[in-house]
T-cell receptor, first 114, second 112 residues
Framework: KAGVTQTPRYLIKTRGQQVTLSCSPI?????VSWYQQTPGQGLQFLFE???????NKGNFPGRFSGRQFSNSRSEMNVSTLELGDSALYLC?????????????FGDGTRLSIL | DQQVKQNSPSLSVQEGRISILNCDYT??????FLWYKKYPAEGPTFLIS?????DKNEDGRFTVFLNKSAKHLSLHIVPSQPGDSAVYFC???????????FGTGTRLQVFP
């Protein structure tokens, strides 16, 4: 069974640009969550999508947005990139998004802002 | 406000001995707790979880203990192996949400 797939694995951008990251969940999983990992802050929750609807949102500015398609694949977009957006962005999927089911993570997209 | 805390940034244990990783939380609404292991350049890998209706869950060498009154959970690894060397994150979520709140991680090193 294929795991969570994130593309691209690495990305270099400059300040002010925008970026789109992609996540394909495990087949059959309908909930997709996004996290940002930085050395100082650990893993921080960005948002969660279920059946193409955003169900939960973390404390990130509006420059961070996402969407989910009918096949459960999800994209995350960051506009007007800042140096502080350099991080590992992780996507996780679960079957239904209920709290008693573990999320399974992809290997992440490493975003570097110059 | 750090709702999930892992106060030990690192832990070093000899192979064959027990590793005990600790985690504290502040939000009494959390009802599901998980441990993840993370190697460099990889995403976190789910290890074991526990629901708030239990106080212990065991899976092979891994056992998680939950003390609700103390808002504390721990992960025991017995016996520890060099391949267990990784960063371990505890995470918590509240009922009917997929929002995981993570601790800052504990780096475990198992030496021969």
């Amino acid at each position: 069974k294929a795991g969570v797939t994130q593309t691209p694995r690495y990305l270099i951008k400059t300040r002010g640009q925008q970026v789109t990251l992609s996540c394909s969940p495990i087949s059959g999983h309908r909930s997709v969550s996004w996290y940002q990992q930085t050395p100082g802050q650990g893993l921080q929750f960005l948002f969660e999508y279920f059946s193409e609807t955003q169900r939960n949102k973390g404390n990130f500015p509006g420059r961070f947005s996402g969407r989910q398609f009918s096949n459960s694949r999800s994209e995350m977009n960051v506009s007007t990139l800042e140096l502080g957006d350099s991080a590992l962005y992780l996507c996780a999927s679960s079957f239904s998004g209920l709290s008693n089911q573990p999320q399974h993570f992809g290997d992440g997209t490493r975003l570097s802002i110059l | 406000d750090q709702q999930v805390k892992q106060n030990s940034p690192s832990l070093s244990v000899q192979e064959g001995r027990i590793s005990i990783l600790n985690c504290d939380y502040t939000n009494s609404m959390f009802d599901y707790f998980l441990w993840y292991k993370k190697y460099p350049a990889e995403g976190p890998t789910f290890l074991i979880s526990i629901s708030s209706i239990k106080d212990k869950n065991e899976d092979g060498r891994f056992t998680v203990f939950l003390n609700k009154s103390a808002k504390h959970l721990s992960l025991h690894i017995v016996p520890s192996q060099p391949g267990d060397s990784a960063v371990y994150f505890c995470a918590a979520s509240a009922l009917d949400t997929d929002k995981l709140i993570f601790g800052t991680g504990t780096r475990l090193q198992v030496f021969p």
